[in-house]
Every structure is written in C-alpha cells, then in structure tokens.
C-alpha cells in the first residue's frame, strides 16, 4: 500500500488540492455569474462538506486504520464547534435580539450577568485553545478508562456511542449555560470581520481546504511511520502486537487523542460557515452518518474519506431538497449496498472493474497459470485461496 | 527437585488456575533449565494452552510462583512487560500481520525501543536490515520478503511468526503447536527449524502430533488435568502406563488439529 502511489497519482492529488484551495474560491471571487461561477451559497455548502471531509478522516485513522470504530466522533467535532462557538457567541456583543451585553439565550433564562467560565471566552485564542483542550481530555479520559480496561470491538463502539449520547443529553440541559437545545446561533463576527459578508465566508473556506490538505498531509505521514504500521498491526492483530512487546493501549490512547483533535479542528472551522451548533450535532446518528461516509468513500485509505464526505453530503443536500421525508431511507440503502457490493467504497471501485475485466477475459482460458506471481498486487480478493489454488 | 540447586529458566511451582469452577491449572511444577528444548504433550485440555498464558500474562494463577530465569516473577507483569524480558511466544493459530509485508512483519517484533514516541520518529538502519535479512533466512523466506503476509501459505505464516519472535531475540520461546495445519514436509521442516534454535534459546513447545514429537523431542513433559503426569525422554513417556492410559492408549483417535 505504500509502494502503490505513483508520481501520477501524486500530481492528481496536488490538482485536486490547488482546486480545493485556490480555483474554488477564485471562481467564487472573479468569475462573473454564468457556468463557472461558484456562488456564495455553494462556496459555503462547499466549506461545510470539507469540515465533513475532516471529521471523515478522524473516523478513518481509527477505524479503517486501526480497527477502533469510533461512533463518538460527532462529540469531539462538537465539542471543537461549542468552544468556539463560545467565542463568536461573545463577539455578538449587545447586537442580538435583547441588545444586553450577555448572549440573548442568558438573558431568556433571567441572568444579568455572564457566568464566570464564560468570561475568558471573549478572547479568540483562549477559545481557539479551549476546542482542543476539552475534546483532547475528553478522549484522554475515556480513551484511558478504556483501553486500560482492554476494551475492544463492539464494546468499544457501543461505549462511545454512550459518551456523545450523554454529552448530547447533557447539552441539552440549560442549566449548563451552553444554550440547551437551541445551542449558539445568530454570529455576527470573527475577528473583526462580518461573517455574514460573502468575503469571510470565502476566507474561512479557503482556511478549512488549507486544513483539510495539511491534515491529510499530516495523516499521510503518520501512516507510514513506523506508527502507522503499529497502527494497522493492532488492526490485524492486537494480540501479536501486545505479545511483541508493544503497550498496544497506549498506541490506541495516542491516535484516539489525536483523532478527537482532528474531529475538533473541524468542528471549529463548521461553526462560523453553518452559523449554529447545537445538541443535535452529537446525536449518535451525526457519528454514524461519518462511518457511512467513510464506509462510501472507501476505508483505509486518506482520500477515501474525504471522497465520501463529499459525495454523500451532496447527495444529502441533493434529497433533502428533492424528496425531503426519505433522506434517511436513502443513506440506510446507500450503507447496505456499499457494504454488500462495494467492500472498498468508491477509491476501490477501479480496482473492483479491473478484477471483473480480467475475469470476463479469462473464462475463455485453460485454468490458471502454475507460476505464481510475487504478489506486490494481486490477490487483494482473498489472499489465502488465491494461494492455495495455484500451489 | 529443589530451585536453588540451579538455575532455571522457567520456574512454575505449586501454581493453581480455575476457571468458572473448573480446574485447568492444578498444583503445577514444571523446571526448564536454560537453553533446553523441551516438549509438552498431553490430552485436550490437560492445560497446555492455559500454561502458556499464565506465563506469559495473558492470565494470572490463583496461587503459586512463576518465576522467569533468577528472581523475575512474572505473575505481577502484564504481556508486554514479559515479552520485554525476552519471553517470546508464538500462537497456536498463526498471528501475524496480514496486511503487512513480511519483511514489515519482522521490523515491527525486532528488538528495540518499544515507546509511542520512539515509533513515530523511527528510521530503519542497515543493522536492523540486516537482521530481518538473517531471520528471513532462518524461516526459509527470503524471496518472501516483499509479500503480503497475507498472501503466504498457513505454513509460511507460521513460519513467519516464529521468525517474528527470533526477531525480538527472546531467551525463552513458547511455541503453541507449530504444526498444526501443516503438510508432513513442512511439519518436518518446522522440526528441522526448532531443532537448529536449540542451544541458543530455551524454547518450549507445545505439540500433538506424536511424529513431530519425536522428530524433535529431548525431554517430553506430559500434562493431564492440569498438573505434570510424567517427565523424561520419549521412549520413557510413551512406555509410562499412565501415560498410555490418559493419551497414547487413545492415540487411534483422529488427530485432532487446531
């Protein structure tokens, strides 16, 4: 799998990432309205798909890369999107509906004053550092509690579905002075600048393609360090890997901590483009609604995620719009039939044509060959009976 | 037999496992001494498997004393701490990474720095090369080096995963019935394999097949519910009349693998 990228494919991906971070927005500035234009809708439906396509890429490193199928990632994307939500709730300033200097969500509950822990929210780092810490010592916690107790599988799936769905239960509360079940909404700035002008907007998608491009980068590295290839041996087998001498749980600790960070990032860079946050965004189905991407995209490969995130969300916005009751039929049929015809998603889909090419032209053909090629490529399918027919 | 009379690799003494009530580990004593081939046999269920594991941390005894060369006792130590002592242990069904290459499969169990830390800044030296080159030639796989593990016939991977744990260069070698599954020729190339480590690893292997027994064996320990029946070389253990009452008596039975 590492020797498998060619200088081709490396200037495929280098055009789709100039795309992502330059054309895009360059269409959304100077074309003038016509068949190249990116409007400003799209540009901002474009950079929510993106945030998508990080979280996708958290949901991966851990379950396509390391066998931890992580159904709480919705949470630490949350999380990231609540901290800094934080911060534009304060930037709002006396502006919204009550015209206090409090957020109005405060003032309907009957507070004059802003509770203490908000306090240092209204400085921007503060915020920006707080959607890292909270979601990393979220997963420090938990992911301790959990791999030290050797918690894996199903288990492990289940337990994290239960921490966002407590975390969702939670925020929904208004006594946690978060904004219950309406959340943050109604931001006005960042920085300084409007967010409601079209050139934010693009400013803040060209920093999530920037994002999405150094995390894959990023991604890409780690996979092929000797990390990575820990990785995907606790994916293969944990066992060998613990009985080899490795600390297999604080390996997972690591990418779990690192992948709620990932999550977070995008989840802070959601925030400012969609314009709300609330409980919903760490309902059990957000979480599963990643696996399904990722699952679509293909698993176990970097682009597969963000392919995924992509495609499925354009969909979505594509049903929601044109048959609006059946969107979760649609996501539902689209999981079965990837898992039941696509193993590899849509990065596989070359592969899978190439084998079903070479098996409509091998039928006319005497049974297989006797020699047996050195296997850099073949017998993805399965490699054990591949073997054994030809020996 | 006294443990202070001499040193000892592997040192199990009055050690007692149970499981949801029933005994699978009953007052075991077992001495290995340092750089000995030994073979242990015995029915389904006579605790083989039960043994390794309680060595190697998988689980914890009830009560006895496991103790690794002088003075390490290994019943506090969790797998990875023991496996970090030089206990090497391979598996009675072939664990090795089936996505990685073979040679991958050999850089991850060299010995070496075992930290997050030390694996995220990792670079491969010539020595370490080198030395996935030697064991790959010990397990007869050097034209094997850049395949995917997982396309290697089960003998191979059990072969690879034996040259795994070479690779982590162990003093002790707990091999959980490497025959199994395999043809006669690579049953006896697997003998051939053991035999060559004998000397520069104590190894310990766990074994049903009476031919591969043979093939292999200097000493022969025989268990039965959970505790040592009998001790010596095969001739011994297969005229021992309580041997053949519990396991050779019923060695017409179909040989059961796996």
């Known amino acids: 799998m590492r020797s498998g990228v060619t200088t081709a494919e490396k200037w495929v991906l280098a055009i789709c990432a100039l795309m992502l971070v330059l054309i895009i927005p360059s269409l959304n500035a100077f074309t003038p309205e016509g068949f190249f234009h990116v409007s400003d809708f799209s540009i901002n439906l474009y950079g929510k798909y993106l945030c998508y396509a990080i979280l996708a890429i958290s949901v991966d490193m851990l379950w396509g890369y390391t066998g931890l199928l992580s159904l709480g990632q919705a949470l630490f994307f949350a999380l990231g999107g609540y901290m800094f939500g934080m911060y534009l709730m304060r930037m709002i300033g006396s502006l919204g509906q009550y015209h206090q200097p409090i957020p109005d969500f405060l003032v309907f509950l009957g507070w004059h004053n802003l509770p203490p822990f908000w306090r240092p929210f209204s400085s921007f780092s503060f915020a920006l550092m707080m959607a890292f810490v909270l979601p990393g010592l979220v997963a420090l916690i938990f992911g301790y509690l959990a791999f030290r107790s050797r918690i894996r599988g199903v288990y492990f799936s289940i337990l994290t579905q239960a921490l966002t769905y407590a975390a969702c239960l939670l925020f929904f509360r208004n006594n946690l002075f978060m904004g219950g079940n309406n959340g943050f909404t109604d931001f006005k700035f960042l920085l300084g600048y409007d967010l409601r002008s079209p050139a934010t907007q693009r400013a803040l998608y060209m920093v999530t393609a920037v994002t999405l491009v150094l995390i894959f980068l990023g991604c890409r590295w780690l996979t092929r360090t000797k990390f990575g290839l820990l990785q995907q041996a606790i994916r293969d087998s944990e066992n060998r890997v613990l009985f080899s001498g490795y600390a297999a749980g604080n390996y997972k600790l690591f990418i779990f901590v690192l992948c709620a960070l990932i999550a977070a990032i995008g989840g802070t860079l959601y925030v400012p483009q969609v314009g709300i946050i609330n409980p919903s965004e760490m309902a059990p189905e957000k979480s599963l609604e990643a696996v399904v991407w990722v699952a679509v995209g293909g698993r176990g490969t970097l682009i597969g995620p963000i392919i995924g995130a992509v495609v499925v969300n354009a969909l979505k916005s594509w049903t929601t719009r044109a048959f609006p009751d059946i969107w979760l039929l649609f996501l539902g049929a689209l999981f079965v039939l990837v898992t039941a015809f696509m193993p590899k998603g849509i990065v596989g889909l070359p592969e899978q044509f190439r084998g079903l090419a070479k098996r409509l032209k091998a039928k006319p053909l005497p049974p297989p060959a006797p020699h047996q090629t050195p296997c850099a490529e073949p017998s993805q399918s399965n490699p054990d009976q591949h073997f054994a027919k030809t020996k | ?258």
Not at chain 2, 41 to 57: C, E, F, H, Q, R
Not at chain 2, 136 to 143: F, H, K, N, R, S
Request: aromatic share 6%.
């Open chain 2, 1 to 258: 037999m006294s443990a202070e009379r001499k040193e000892f690799i592997l040192t199990l003494e009055g050690v007692n496992k149970t499981f949801d009530g029933f005994k699978a580990i009953s007052d075991l004593n077992f001495y290995m001494d340092d750089g000995e081939l030994r073979v242990i046999i015995g029915p389904n269920g006579a605790g083989k498997s039960t043994m390794l594991d309680l060595v190697t941390g998988r689980t914890q005894p009830d009560a006895g004393k496991i103790e690794f060369g002088k003075n390490t006792d290994l019943t506090r130590l969790n797998e990875y701490q023991i496996s970090r002592l030089g206990v090497g242990r391979k598996f009675q069904t072939p664990s090795v990474y089936i996505g990685h290459t073979v040679f991958e499969n050999l850089l991850l169990s060299l010995k070496g720095p075992r930290s997050v830390f030390s694996s995220l800044f990792h670079r491969i030296t010539p020595k370490e090369r080198q030395r996935i080159e030697e064991v790959l030639a010990i397990v007869g796989l050097t034209e094997r080096g850049q395949w995917k593990a997982g396309a290697l016939s089960h003998g191979q991977k059990q072969w690879l995963e034996i040259g795994m744990l070479l690779a982590q260069d162990p003093r002790l070698l707990l091999v959980d019935e490497p025959a199994a599954g395999m043809t006669d020729e690579e049953t006896f190339k697997t003998g051939q394999l053991l035999l060559s480590l004998e000397g520069k690893h104590s190894i310990v292997v766990i074994e049903h097949d009476m031919t591969f027994v043979r093939q292999i064996a200097r000493k022969v320990t025989v268990l039965h519910q959970g505790s040592v029946l009998c001790e010596g070389n095969v001739d011994q253990v297969q005229n021992d009349e309580k041997v053949i009452e519990v396991y050779l008596g019923r060695k017409h039975e179909p040989k059961r693998h796996l």
